[in-house]
T-cell receptor, first 111, second 113 residues
């Protein structure tokens, strides 16, 4: 049973618009979440994180929102750029300090 | 430049053959990890090591083996027992413990001849 779910396998947005990538989790004990970005044939790169003591964390064009009651987090990218086209994974730590990844969402930003 | 180096980038395996994927890091990280990625799927943990000379099985360890004789190195052997080895393999490291993002290498793509 997936503990971290990204239900949208793909997303397409116009350049300059907002991209919203969603992630749901099942365990209310999870308290730290990360987003990774991955280009083809490369390793994922860490993008942004959020602790459960916050409901928002912002870094330039990237903002992550956390809704603990709904066990939901989202990554907002605004404005979206063609170079943002990649696969985005949300992840969280389990009790053994292992990262649990979602299945990823492929973002395409159209020029 | 500090980072994680995986080699080779592409690897081909014959039926019944063991192959070893290399992972080296110069980040002075205590913990290292091996993941497997299949098309349309997330990353699944194969093995991880929190400290030298110690490692634990991840979610899909069957058909794989590892060693951690040096802090910098965490090689992964894909044995002939792994029936579906074709995948993209990623190595990662961090300082250990929770809350520290993992840094990834650029991966090795393994294919079966």
């Amino acid at each position: 049973d997936q503990q971290v779910k990204q239900n949208s396998p793909s997303l397409s947005v116009q350049e300059g618009r907002i991209s919203i990538l969603n992630c749901d989790y099942t365990n209310s004990m999870f308290d730290y979440f990360l987003w990774y970005k991955k280009y083809p044939a490369e390793g994922p790169t860490f993008l942004i994180s959020i602790s459960s003591i916050k409901d928002k964390n912002e870094d330039g064009r990237f903002t992550v929102f956390l809704n603990k009651s709904a066990k939901h987090l989202s990554l907002h990218i605004v404005p979206s750029q063609p170079g943002d086209s990649a696969v985005y994974f949300c992840a969280t730590w389990d009790s053994s300090y292992k990262l649990i990844f979602g299945s990823g969402t492929r973002l395409l930003v159209r020029p | 430049d500090g980072g994680i180096t995986q080699s080779p980038k592409y690897l081909f395996r014959k039926e019944g053959q063991n192959v070893t994927l290399s992972c080296e890091q110069n980040l002075n990280h205590d913990a290292m990890y091996w993941y497997r990625q299949d098309p349309g799927q997330g990353l699944r943990l194969i093995y991880y090591s929190q400290i030298v000379n110690d490692f634990q099985k991840g979610d899909i360890a069957e058909g794989y083996s590892v060693s951690r004789e040096k802090k910098e190195s965490f090689p992964l052997t894909v044995t002939s027992a792994q029936k579906n080895p074709t995948a993209f393999y990623l190595c990662a490291s961090n300082t250990g413990g929770g809350g520290q993002p993992q840094h990834f290498g650029d991966g090795t793509r393994l294919s079966i001849l």
